[in-house]
Nanobody, 123 residues
């Protein structure tokens, strides 16, 4: 089993930055693809970014491309999401997830999920 715990969320003004972290425990996720998703109130969970197990391939939603950067440190069993130039529409609960197969960009492709961390961007 893999347990994922997100941290780093908070309240930030528009244009600001946050760095989200996702720490894995239970087993190593060094061979897993990792993804970030978000869910705003009343909306479906949506893809934000994903990274291959080597870190050599990354994928982003169009809405965050150029502003967010996903990275990982397999030695620390941790994945990060650097979110810059934040906008009010980025407000959501952010979840990290782990997948043993491929690099999915849909929630259904992930087997393990964290509990989420709230990001609120004020205008």
């Amino acid at each position: 089993q893999v347990q994922l715990v997100e941290s780093g969320g908070g309240l930030v003004q528009a244009g600001g930055s946050l760095r989200l972290s996702c720490a894995a425990s239970g087993r190593s996720v060094s061979s897993y693809a990792m993804g970030w998703f978000r869910q705003a109130p009343g909306k479906e969970r949506e893809f934000v970014a994903a990274i291959s197990w080597t870190g050599s391939s990354t994928y982003y939603a169009d809405s965050v491309k150029g502003r967010f950067t996903i990275s990982r440190d397999n030695a620390k069993n941790t994945v990060y999401l650097q979110a810059n130039s934040l906008k009010p529409e980025d407000t959501a609960v952010y979840y990290c997830a782990a997948s043993p197969v491929g690099v999915p960009t849909t929630p259904a492709g992930y087997d393990y999920w964290g509990q989420g961390t709230q990001v609120t961007v004020s205008s």
